[in-house]
């Protein structure tokens, strides 16, 4: 008798296949970091994989090689978001370098799609010299927890997350920004990063932070550049002041790419000013060389008692 039988153990797993010994919720997991069409194509490797797709936890819905049109997968995700089963995702990610005029509200179905399961984490980033423009309506879920936006057009009320109760993670980067407020009660990391807008934003931001909210739970931020350039560097006092359990900002005054140089700033409690977060540990300052704005934010944040040292 064979010692396995004897003992009553598993049988054993055969060398070369240790990926098979695991369970199907592992596999699961792991389908969900394929791209759509490579994890159906899984169904052929044998019996048990005939199906595992259909239940991944999440979607990865990117171009061939990731240079395919939105076009390309019009229909073959109709049939894959119709024969999926899970109730609920934890990830989605959307991403294309092509598109179409008419494959823009393919890529707005697929958000809202992503939204209706219950999605903890979206990601959606358009490679292309033009924005892809989202829908104008907010979006409404308990569950969404982060959400990356890449290469976008974001008009009216999509940034507002009142309805969005769980949204701790908002990153923009490369969006065109033309909406007038972000709303949110929950968000704890905000990074805007090279962004465009036809608002005076420098004017509205302030002037609104000034009037009335805080962002009573935002503890870490990334601003790029943009909000560094006001003679008084208003918007980011501002923001300073406005953020009350803020730990740790960082600024980027440099378009994306190339090296840097990179400056990290603390303080001591006691010497600590009253008019920022009791809970700041480190300021982050990055720059591609020390010019006359990265001295004056710089000799701006000194006066916060923050002092600097190279990394």
């Given at each position: ?245 803020l730990e740790k900002p960082t600024l980027q005054l440099f378009y994306t790419g190339g090296d840097h140089i990179e400056m990290k700033g603390s303080c001591s409690s006691m010497e600590r000013s009253s008019a920022i977060s009791e809970h700041l540990n480190i300021v982050e300052v990055k720059f591609h060389k020390i010019d006359k704005r990265v001295h004056k934010v710089l000799k701006f944040l000194c006066t916060f008692n923050i002092r600097f040292s190279f990394e």
């Amino acid at each position: 008798m064979p010692p396995w039988e004897e003992n009553g153990s598993a049988l054993p797993v055969r060398a070369g296949d240790r990926i098979g010994a695991l369970s199907d919720d592992i596999l699961h997991h792991l389908l969900s970091f394929l791209s759509v069409q490579s994890a159906v194509r899984t169904c052929v490797l044998a019996r048990r994989w005939r199906h595992l797709w259909r239940s991944t936890t999440g979607l990865r819905i990117v171009g061939v090689q990731k240079q395919g049109h939105v076009q390309d997968l019009v229909k073959f995700l109709h049939h894959l978001l119709i024969l999926h089963e899970r109730s609920v995702l934890d990830t989605v990610e959307i991403e294309f370098s092509e598109f179409l005029k008419d494959g823009v509200p393919y890529v707005n179905l697929w958000i809202r799609f992503a939204v209706q399961w219950g999605v903890c984490a979206l990601t959606v980033e358009i490679n292309h010299s033009e924005h892809l423009y989202l829908d104008r309506l907010p979006l409404v879920s308990r569950r969404l927890t982060t959400l990356h936006l890449d290469g976008l057009g974001l008009q009216e009320t999509f940034l507002d997350f009142s309805s969005c109760p769980t949204l701790e993670d908002l990153k923009m980067q490369l969006c065109d920004i033309n909406v007038r407020k972000i709303s949110s009660r929950s968000l704890k990391r905000l990074s805007i990063m090279d962004c465009q807008s036809d608002l005076n934003y420098q004017f509205v931001f302030t002037r609104d932070l000034k009037r009335s909210p805080t962002f009573s739970k935002l503890k870490t931020l990334l601003l790029n550049e943009y909000w560094c350039v006001a003679p008084d560097l208003d918007p980011l006092a501002c923001i300073l002041k406005n953020s009350p359990v803020l730990e740790k900002p960082t600024l980027q005054l440099f378009y994306t790419g190339g090296d840097h140089i990179e400056m990290k700033g603390s303080c001591s409690s006691m010497e600590r000013s009253s008019a920022i977060s009791e809970h700041l540990n480190i300021v982050e300052v990055k720059f591609h060389k020390i010019d006359k704005r990265v001295h004056k934010v710089l000799k701006f944040l000194c006066t916060f008692n923050i002092r600097f040292s190279f990394e």
